[in-house]
């Protein structure tokens, strides 16, 4: 009987040990889209903040200038001395 007893327990115990110890929820495919949109909605708002903080640049430094366009002629050319090509 003590036998009995004790293979029942053991039993029980190995039934405890493996019963899931973390509980789980259903999403279905509605719900997971809307915590996908949430998360792209909130990526895109602090892209946007983050791009009105640097005034429109991503280096926060300020806007990019661009050279000034300045006109290259000829003589301005020669003047930089290229290598004399020496070919037919």
């Known amino acids: 009987m003590r036998t009995q007893a004790l293979e029942t327990r053991a039993r029980i115990d190995i039934l405890e040990d493996t019963a899931p110890t973390a509980t789980t929820t259903t999403v279905i495919e509605a719900q997971l889209q809307a915590l996908v949109n949430q998360g792209v909605a909130a990526a895109i708002a602090e892209a946007e ?25 000829y003589p301005d050319i020669l003047k930089c001395q290229p290598l004399n090509f020496k070919g037919t």
Not at 49 to 73: F, H, I, K
């Open 49 to 73: 903040a983050s791009r009105v903080r640097n005034d429109y640049d991503n280096n926060g430094l300020g806007p990019r200038l661009a050279q000034v366009v300045r006109e290259c002629t």
